[in-house]
Structures are given as C-alpha cells and as structure tokens.
C-alpha cells in the first residue's frame, strides 16, 4: 500500500519562502510521476507541479504558469521524497497542498484523475 504524508506548510508572509515535502512509503519512487496540487476555499483542485519520467520523454518536470519560476519541485529517491520549494509567495498561493503519486504515466500530469495515490494535504497560508 502506497502512503504520502505532506509536511512544511504553515503560514508565511508575502515574498517568503517555504518548502513543503512529500514522504512516501512503498513502491511509490517506482510510479511514473508525482505531483503537487492544492486546493483553495470553494475552489477545484488545481495542478502545481508535476516531476515524471517515461520511456519516450525521459524525465521531465511541469509546472502551472502561475507558480513558473517561483516553485521548484524536486526529489531524494534516497529518502523517497519529494519537495516543493516555494519562493516570492502571493496571497493567493494560500491552499492546502496535496502530493500525488502516479503509477502509469500516461501524459496528463496535470489532470487530478492520472494520479494513484494522495497525500491528506497540508496547509500553506500567505499574509499580505
């Protein structure tokens, strides 16, 4: 059974920074992507980032072009993490945030239905 536990949220003052990680257990660093979403109050689900790698696109990573140049997403197969480091946040950066892990890629690493396997989220809060 694939687990990912989100950690780092909290809350931030604008222009800060933060890094958020997704510990997995199981055979998630064999999945073919992860990803990050979050989700505001009495919004959808949004895709974040996304880190996945296939036979015929090698290793790839994806972001939202709200969060472009501001978040970085990487991982530690060492440790079977996964980090979202965030910079030069907005208020409207505040969400929960999910990790996702996918175990047969198919191209839409931006689409909540590709994903396997999700984290319970944690909460990141932007001040103005």
């Known amino acids: 059974q694939v687990q990912l536990v989100e950690s780092g949220g909290g809350l931030v003052q604008a222009g800060g920074s933060l890094r958020l990680s997704c510990a997995s257990s199981g055979r998630t660093f064999s999945s073919a992507a992860m990803g990050w979403f979050r989700q505001a109050p009495g919004k959808e689900r949004e895709f974040v980032a996304a880190f996945t790698w296939s036979a015929w696109s090698g290793t790839r990573t994806y972001y939202a072009d709200s969060v472009k140049g501001r978040f970085t997403i990487s991982r530690d197969n060492a440790k079977n993490t996964v980090y979202l480091q965030m910079n030069s946040l907005k208020p409207e950066d505040t969400a929960v945030y999910y990790c996702?892990?996918?175990?047969?890629?198919?191209?839409?690493?931006?689409?909540?239905?590709?994903?396997?396997?999700w984290g319970r989220g944690t909460q990141l809060t932007v001040s103005s």
């Open positions: 996702a892990a996918d175990v047969r890629y198919s191209g839409s690493y931006y689409d909540i239905s590709e994903y396997d396997y």
